[in-house]
């Protein structure tokens, strides 16, 4: 019978007997957060008294299930191939009738199925808990990019960790070659690219697109700081990102493939050696030894000064580092002596370092094309981008970067651009650059041999023409190319996800797809000025009242252009896109009617003891409306305040604030709620000629701390929703009555009018 | 038939083999002695695959056996230093054994456990070191593989399981023509098991010889005659005489040769007696080694003074 030289089912089946014991382990752990996190998000819902729908975000669903994986392959990497530690049990696996090889491939097939299990049954126990709770919402494709973004976790630290096995023999070393793999390349790509970014300053030294943090999977969640606290939303979730993944499974693989070399040419006496191959003890000690020294080549190749005290600190630590490496692995204290003279190598690994920035940096300092060898530029930023929401992952800014230009006084203004940007940064006279007459642009040069230079050029607006913007503009406006992306949305192949801004209402896919196509088609017939409004590109656009009634919110949409992850806001606009502003706001009507909605105001209205009617522009651009209600049952005197009335019935001129109303006055501060009620109730279908918009807040979101069982404290989070009701004449004049009677007011002469 | 060209292996500075030239035929037990540190358990592990060879090559049945699948499958390997799984029974490395070896049968499996008296539910760990000796065996003859490799295997065996595992190794070469190989530092412990001696020492092979042969080509008599008489009478008459010691007028003669003729040379001079006495390996060795010019107390005695005062 030929044997399978790469795979053992039976001794896959011994591989997952060996490990049982720590694979239920973090079956439970990881059970345990399943249900833990659903059960606080569950509590928290109940306490809302709103009763409306929440809307779960992918970081909170992810966190407990992708944490684990940080941990468990390596945990159980460290149990399954723990016989390359001792010579005894490495013998025995090298004496039996299987090859490295087959070995090497089932116990990482075991590694990843135990993975993969705690990973399907958390996933799928989190999202039953989840349905218990009928108000919270959770995307179905949460599950397949938890899946698959906690399995590449996995895959990856296996795999590093399986390298790390292969190079030592004892679990010390198994555990610091294990973090030496999985964060020291990061940390010196890091330092590198920071050093050179900050000297340089006029470009952003991602020399290798593939070498960009976000996307290893391993430090993608840690490059925004909500993670921890799960509110990340899940299209800004960097591990839900394609190229993430992408590059992280490459990875994973590659790592995958060294470890096989690694463990098919390591000799069984190595088990039990501190490391296995020649070359690996001193290499790891002299990467120890130079991990604290690079932070302070770090700051020699920014051209900052360094401390006595931090030379002092990187230096001690340093030589720390390296020698009680040496000690605690050999345990001899004269390989101490003999170690000595390599520390030498770990300076000279920080000199490269600093060597390395400073010849960057001065290689793009001087690396100025003459106008001559520039055969087109492309400008990626300029659209208007003092008004851009997101100029960081904007849209156009992608897409403007495949358009060039080949105008020749375009290029030599900014070559010449270049030369006094680069001029600036040589005499240290950057700061100049970020005054006011100065215009930053992000430029590639096309130069005629093939050669793409990025560079970030400062253009001096008063020497080009004087005016507050510079004639660069007329040279883009020119190109039909960049004036056809300025005024197109992304194609659907581009898009990732749309979601509607501001908004605590869940759309469903499709609902979202529908106003999308609609969105769509009154963008691509409004004039460009109004395109350039809806993509808040126009400094002309009235914004102060983003989220007023006329610009009622944003649409905002993300997706890819190439390898680039983009988030693009569009305005939904009442006059320019009234078909989608009217669907969306029947639609959000619609589903606070279908989620009793009202009902829960009204229940609200009546439990409560005082409240807050801010009218603020009533009825006038703006047409707010802030009604909130205190429950009595709290108790907090702070909270007790007086009821006041705060705002202006412009139709009266008439302007009331009064923040201590008499409490006779309730009744009939209340009836004015009851009329807004009423309002929404008859009211489903809205005209946006009679809309005002209500904010109707309770203090109904209370967390509360306890101390020994009893309440000893307790926070407020206020809990709004918008919704938009049709106010008549007779119902806005019987608001003003009630306001005449109980409250003290102004006369308010309105000056616009 | 196993098969080592040349043999070396390094371990950094030390030369644990050098230029080893072996063939173990098959179907015999051979016996390899030598002191600690002569290369027996390096020369074990390199013919299991366990350690490639710096130099030359060791070949099972004409296959290569380093990281060769179909090769390891013919053999089974008892070191001296037993490895069982952490938290392992009997059955639950039966099963490991089963998951790695093709012809491993349970039911021997079971005869084996019956047969020694283990408790096959019972944890390794807690059994004495003799009785995780025994567990390994089990396991290993369970395995019915071609070829046996024991590294120091009798140690911590008392003489009834000594004798119960000899006899189970003999069983299996006469019933399944395998071949063992035996590691020992102590000649008596081989001395009634194997067909095959090898004297290894520091790296390199003494001699080699089928132990029948050994035996029986060399020999003791003992002799008195009615005369005054000395070596001369038997060097004279074409008797090689390797060692001879006269008191009274008894002498012992360790002798090599062919025993019938001797004994018939010397009966010609109407002997009073005239015994011929079996030698134990240990004096073959030491008669054998001193005609190649080594001492035995070099490579044996400081070894089994030190087991001694164990």
């Not at chain 1, 009555?737 to 308010?748: A, F, G, M, R, V």
């Not at chain 2, 089928?210 to 009478?233: G, H, P, R």
């Amino acid at each position: 019978m030929k044997r399978n030289k790469f795979f053992s089912p039976a001794l896959m089946l011994e591989g997952i007997k060996q490990t049982k014991v720590v694979g239920i382990c973090f079956a439970i752990v990881s059970i345990l957060l399943s249900c833990y996190f659903p059960f606080l998000k569950i509590m928290e819902s109940s306490a809302n008294y709103w009763k409306s729908d929440v809307i779960m975000d992918l970081g909170s669903f992810v966190l407990p299930i992708f944490v684990l994986q940080y941990l468990m392959p390596i945990v159980v990497v460290f149990v399954l191939f723990n016989f390359m530690n001792s010579r005894k049990a490495s013998d025995f696996y090298h004496s039996i009738p299987l090859s490295k090889t087959c070995i090497y491939v089932t116990y990482t097939i075991v590694a990843l199925l135990w993975s993969l299990a705690v990973i399907l049954v958390s996933t799928f126990l989190s999202y039953i808990l989840y349905s218990f709770a009928p108000e919270i919402i959770i995307n179905s494709e949460f599950i397949w990019t938890t899946i698959i973004s906690s399995f590449i976790l996995a895959m990856l630290i296996t795999s590093i960790t399986l390298v790390a096995k292969g190079l030592s023999g004892t679990l010390f070393t198994n555990i610091i070659i294990t973090l030496i793999i999985m964060f020291l390349p990061r940390i010196i790509i890091l330092l590198y690219t920071s050093a050179v970014n900050a000297a340089v300053k006029i470009t952003d030294v991602s020399f290798m697109s593939f070498a960009d943090i976000y996307n290893n999977i391993i430090f993608a969640p840690f490059t925004t700081n909500q993670f921890m606290y799960g509110y990340i939303k899940q299209e800004t979730l960097p591990i839900s990102n394609a190229s993430t993944l992408w590059y992280s499974a490459i990875l994973a693989i590659i790592y995958f493939v060294i470890g096989f070399f690694i463990n098919k040419f390591r000799k069984s006496e190595s088990a039990g050696k501190s490391a296995a191959y020649k070359g690996v003890q001193p290499v790891v000690r002299i990467l120890l030894g130079s991990i604290p020294l690079l932070l302070i080549s770090t700051n020699l190749a920014c051209g900052l000064n360094v401390s006595v005290e931090f030379w002092f600190i990187g230096i001690v630590i340093s030589l720390l580092a390296y020698f009680l490496y040496e000690l605690i692995t050999t345990k001899n204290a004269k390989k101490l002596l003999t170690a000595i003279p390599f520390y030498l190598i770990a300076i000279l690994v920080n000199a490269i370092f600093v060597v390395a920035c400073v010849g960057e940096k001065n290689f793009i300092l001087n690396d100025i094309p003459e106008p001559s060898e520039i055969s087109s530029v492309s400008i990626s930023n300029y659209i208007d981008y003092s008004n851009a929401i997101n100029i960081d992952d904007n849209y156009y800014k992608y897409k403007a970067e495949d358009v060039k230009f080949n105008d020749k006084e375009l290029i030599d203004i900014l070559q010449s651009s270049l030369v006094d940007t680069v001029e600036k940064v040589k005499e240290s006279n950057f700061d100049e650059l970020t005054r006011d007459n100065y215009m930053p642009y992000d430029v590639i040069i096309h130069c005629s041999s093939g050669r793409d230079i990025k560079r970030t050029i400062y253009v001096n607006i008063n020497k080009y023409n004087g005016s507050s913007k510079p004639s660069l503009d007329s040279y883009l406006y020119k190109n039909q190319e960049y004036m056809d992306i300025l005024f197109s949305l992304p194609t659907d192949k581009e898009l990732k996800s749309i979601k509607i801004d501001s908004s605590n209402m869940d759309f469903s896919k499709d609902e979202l797809n529908e106003l999308w196509k609609t969105y769509k088609e009154e963008f691509n017939s409004a004039s460009d000025k109004n395109k350039s409004i809806l993509s808040y590109r126009d400094n002309s656009g009235n914004y102060d009242n983003i989220y007023g009634i006329n610009n009622i919110t944003n649409i905002k949409v993300t997706g890819y252009v190439g390898m680039n992850n983009f988030s693009q806001h569009y305005l939904v606009n009442a006059n320019i896109t009234p078909k989608t502003y009217s669907k969306l706001i029947n639609k959000t009507m619609s589903k606070l009617i279908k989620d009793n909605i009202i009902d829960t105001v009204k229940k609200n209205e009546s439990d409560a003891a005082y409240f807050r009617l801010d009218f603020s522009d009533l009825k006038n651009t703006n047409n707010n409306f802030i009604l909130e209600y205190y429950n009595d049952n709290i108790g907090d005197d702070d909270l007790m305040m007086s009821p006041s009335v705060d705002g202006t019935l412009k139709r009266y001129n008439v302007n009331y604030s009064d923040s201590g109303i008499d409490k006779k006055y309730i009744p009939e501060l209340r009836k004015i709620s009851n009329i807004i009620i009423n309002a929404i109730s008859d009211n489903v279908d809205v005209e946006k000629d009679n809309l005002i918009q209500c904010s109707l807040s309770t203090n109904v979101n209370f967390e509360y701390s306890y101390d020994d069982d009893r309440i000893s404290g307790y926070s407020l989070n206020s809990q709004s929703e918008t919704v938009y009701v049709n106010i008549t004449d007779e119902q806005y004049d019987e608001i003003n009555n009630i306001l005449s009677k109980c409250s003290k007011h102004t006369n308010y002469v309105d000056t616009e009018n | 038939m196993i098969k080592a060209e040349n043999v070396t292996k390094k371990f950094d500075d030390f030369i644990a083999l050098k230029n080893m030239n072996c063939e173990i035929p098959e179907g015999c037990i051979y016996g390899l002695v030598g002191s600690n540190g002569a290369g027996k358990s390096t020369f074990l592990r390199l013919i299991t695959g366990i350690y490639k060879p710096d130099e030359g090559a060791i070949t099972i049945d004409e296959k290569p056996v380093w990281e060769n699948q179909e090769a390891k499958n013919n053999f089974v390997f008892v070191p001296d230093e037993l490895y069982f799984t952490s938290q392992a029974t009997l059955n639950k490395m039966s099963k490991l054994y089963n998951a790695c070896y093709k012809n491993f049968s349970f039911e021997r499996f079971e005869m084996l456990v019956d047969k020694f008296g283990l408790d096959p539910k019972k944890r390794i760990a807690s059994f004495s070191k003799g009785m995780k000796r025994q567990a390994a065996i089990i396991c290993a003859l369970s395995c019915q593989t071609k070829y046996l490799f024991f590294d120091e295997t009798f140690d911590g065996l008392d003489p009834v399981m000594r004798n119960l595992v000899k006899n189970l190794i003999f069983d299996d070469i006469c019933e399944r023509q395998a071949t063992a190989v035996i590691t020992s530092h102590s000649l008596r412990e081989l001395e009634d098991t194997c067909d095959q001696l090898t004297l290894l020492h520091k790296g390199g092979i003494v001699f080699e010889s089928d132990v029948q042969n050994l035996k029986t080509s060399l020999f003791k008599i003992q002799a008195a005659f009615n005369m005054n008489y000395d070596k001369k009478l038997f060097t004279d008459n074409g008797i090689n005489v390797l060692d001879f010691k006269k008191t009274g007028v008894v002498s012992n003669s360790i002798i090599r040769g062919d025993k019938d003729k001797v004994i018939e040379i010397l009966s010609g001079f109407n002997p009073i007696i005239l015994d011929v006495l079996p030698l134990s390996l240990e004096e073959v060795f030491i008669f054998e080694m001193g005609e190649m010019g080594y001492k035995f107390e070099d490579i044996f005695e400081k070894e089994e003074e030190k087991d001694e005062k164990k």
